[in-house]
């Protein structure tokens, strides 16, 4: 019995050591990635809208999906000019991902970046992949660019599918989809 509680102060101790440096670790690293993912965010922006010389958060909007969420809107201005909209947006694909779809007023489809995907390597990555091409000669997320998102993206209509991927290329689609939905739902007055 002695031996056992021995035992048990030890492990105690080990893991309360190993908690103290996994605290102190993060303290120090949150900040560094925190700074890192809106840098990745500030470049995506400046490629979505390369005329813009700033983006305006907007603070108040409807997310109409409750399986995704929607992370940042912007406006994208060009001195007081409105050049369009950018939504930040993270979602279930096969895994999840997180993408920034741009949009010009009239709700085309100014360009799309993958910020982040977990989708399964081989197939789902390919949605990121700047190497892949589909029939077209495009990348994933270079073939929405032009596309009207007035109404809901339908994959094989809008754009074409990662071959062996349908479940990334359908949900990708969800994810601009329900973006839309947000710029379209505040420039009819639901949000400010």
């Not at 108040?60 to 060009?78: G, Q, T, V």
């Not at 990121?128 to 997320?141: H, I």
């Amino acid at each position: 019995m002695k031996e056992t509680l021995k035992l048990g102060v030890i492990l105690a101790l080990y893991a309360a050591a190993a908690c103290f440096a996994l605290a102190l670790v993060n303290n120090f690293t949150a900040p560094v990635i925190e700074r890192i993912a809106l840098e990745k965010e500030s470049e995506a922006l400046k490629m979505i809208f390369p005329d813009a010389d700033g983006f305006e958060k907007i603070q108040a909007f409807e997310n109409p999906s409750p399986s995704a969420s929607i992370d940042s809107f912007y406006k994208a201005l060009k001195g007081k000019d409105l050049l369009g909209f950018a939504v930040k947006t993270t979602g279930p694909t096969y895994e999840s991902s997180t993408v920034i779809a741009g949009f010009l007023p009239d709700l085309k489809i100014a360009g799309v970046h993958i910020l982040s995907t977990s989708d399964s390597p081989g197939f789902g990555q390919k949605a990121a992949d700047p190497n892949y091409k589909n029939s077209k000669g495009s990348t994933f997320y270079g073939q929405f660019a032009g596309v009207s998102a007035k109404s809901p993206l339908v994959l094989g209509s809008d754009y074409e599918a990662i071959s062996g991927a349908t479940i990334t290329s359908t949900t990708m689609g969800a994810l601009i989809s329900n973006a839309a939905a947000v710029v379209q739902n505040h420039l009819a007055g639901g949000s400010k």
